[in-house]
Antibody, heavy 122, light 110 residues
């Protein structure tokens, strides 16, 4: 059974930093494109960014609102995905979901974690 | 990249069919066959209902179907049931190697 468990959320001041982790199990992590999606309170889903497999170059892509501030990385030896968030803004307040593709190389998010809440407030 | 456009709400009676539209541009929906649809119940994580425009993941009811014409994708729910009441989001790959979600549609079963 695929499991994705996010951690690292919490309260941070504007301008601060936070690193989220996502522990994966139940599938071959090294073969999966991994994605972060967020949802502000009472709002819709927003795609944050994705990291491809090492075999596909390990490249990352980001949504415009977070590009240059957020960094996605992965540790295939630990089956763990990371989201480093710097220069946080109040509008980054959201539940952050870790997702994996429905099939190897797929961008469609077939499996989701329960999410971790990040609150940016002074 | 602007969010894809969905109707804010759609409603139907049990047993009826409803269709949710998702309108983008030739740089996203119209340019690629990588449209997915998600169902989200309150307080829950989203669930993949359709991927690559037409395909249903295993375990998803065949009452859900997807299609695309030009820059607009659609999700049809046939034989509407009370459990289908939820928020629905489309998502498309874009020419910038990113993905973009739709604005979301609240489905109400009357």
């Amino acid at each position: 059974e695929v499991q994705l468990v996010e951690s690292g959320g919490g309260l941070v001041k504007p301008g601060g930093s936070l690193r989220l982790s996502c522990a994966a199990s139940g599938f071959t992590f090294s073969n999966a494109w991994m994605t972060w999606v967020r949802q502000a309170p009472g709002k819709g889903l927003e795609w944050v960014g994705r990291i491809k497999t090492q075999a596909d170059g390990g490249t990352t892509d980001y949504a415009a609102p977070v590009k240059g501030r957020f960094t996605i990385s992965r540790d295939d030896s630990k089956n763990t995905l990371y989201l480093q968030m710097n220069s946080l803004k109040t509008e980054d307040t959201a539940v952050y979901y870790c997702t994996t593709g429905y099939y190897d190389g797929s961008g469609a998010s077939g499996h989701w974690g329960r999410g971790t809440l990040v609150t940016v407030s002074s | 990249q602007s969010a894809l456009t969905q109707p804010a709400s759609v409603s139907g009676s049990p047993g009826q069919s409803i269709t949710i539209s998702c309108t983008g541009t030739s740089s996203d929906v119209g340019g690629y066959n990588y449209v997915s649809w998600y169902q989200q119940h309150p307080g829950k994580a989203p669930k993949l209902m359709i991927y690559d425009v037409y395909n249903r993941p295993s375990g998803v009811s065949n009452r859900f179907s997807g299609s695309k014409s030009g820059n607009t994708a659609s999700l049809t729910i046939s034989g509407l049931q009370a459990e289908d009441e939820a928020d629905y989001y489309c998502c498309s790959y874009t020419g910038s190697s990113t993905e973009v979600f739709g604005t979301g549609t609240k489905v109400t079963v009357l």
